[in-house]
Antibody, heavy 120, light 111 residues
Framework: QVQLVQSGAEVKKPGSSVKVSCKAS????????ISWVRQAPGQGLEWMGR????????NYAQKFQGRVTITADKSTSTAYMELSSLRSEDTAVYYC?????????????WGQGTLVTVSS | QSALTQPRSVSGSPGQSVTISCTGT?????????VSWYQQHPGKAPKLMIY???KRPSGVPDRFSGSKSGNTASLTISGLQAEDEADYYC???????????FGTGTKVTVL
């Protein structure tokens, strides 16, 4: 059974950075991709970017280019999402989600979510 | 890339059917057979309900079905049950540059 377990809630100051982790268990970490999706309070889902661990390649939504960095550590089956230059609008729940292969375009497993609050 | 358009809310009585539309463009919904649907209960992570337009993952009741015509995809819930009350989001592959785009979300209310 695949599980994605994320790190705990964070409170950050505007202008700072946050790094959220997503540890996978079950399945073969390197064979699938991990995306990050965020959801602002009362709002919809927004795809931020993804990483292909076996290749070490990440690609990002245009909106977040230059501000987000997604990495993966194959030795610990953990993906990371770092968002910099935080502003109040970045207050949201951040989810990691799995796509089973590079050419499957649906998210079959999700992490439990990590609330990031940006406040002075 | 704009979000896919969904109705803000739909409602139905137990046992009835409801259909949620998801309208995009030829660059996303209309261009690929990679539409998926997610159910989200309050405070919970989304759950995959339909993928590749009309396929159901193991464990999802067959009262959930998906279809697509042109630039519009649809999710139908037949035999509505109380536990189906939730938010539903569509998602479509949109090419290698944009990758995926989500819908605006629809709240389903069971009367």
């Amino acid at each position: 059974q695949v599980q994605l377990v994320q790190s705990g809630a964070e409170v950050k100051k505007p202008g700072s950075s946050v790094k959220v982790s997503c540890k996978a268990s079950g399945g073969t970490f390197s064979s699938y991709t991990i995306s990050w999706v965020r959801q602002a309070p009362g709002q919809g889902l927004e795809w931020m970017g993804r990483i292909i661990p076996i290749l070490g390649i990440a690609n990002y939504a245009q909106k977040f280019q230059g501000r987000v960095t997604i990495t993966a550590d194959k030795s610990t089956s953990t993906a990371y999402m770092e968002l910099s230059s935080l502003r109040s609008e970045d207050t949201a729940v951040y989810y990691c989600a799995r796509m089973t292969t590079v050419v499957n375009y649906y998210f079959d497993y999700w992490g439990q979510g990590t609330l990031v609050t940006v406040s002075s | 890339q704009s979000a896919l358009t969904q109705p803000r809310s739909v409602s139905g009585s137990p046992g009835q059917s409801v259909t949620i539309s998801c309208t995009g463009t030829s660059s996303d919904v209309g261009g690929y057979n990679y539409v998926s649907w997610y159910q989200q209960h309050p405070g919970k992570a989304p759950k995959l309900m339909i993928y590749d337009v009309s396929k159901r993952p193991s464990g999802v009741p067959d009262r959930f079905s998906g279809s697509k015509s042109g630039n519009t995809a649809s999710l139908t819930i037949s035999g509505l049950q109380a536990e189906d009350e939730a938010d539903y989001y569509c998602c479509s592959y949109a090419g290698s540059y944009t990758f995926v785009v989500f819908g605006t979300g629809t709240k389903v209310t069971v009367l």
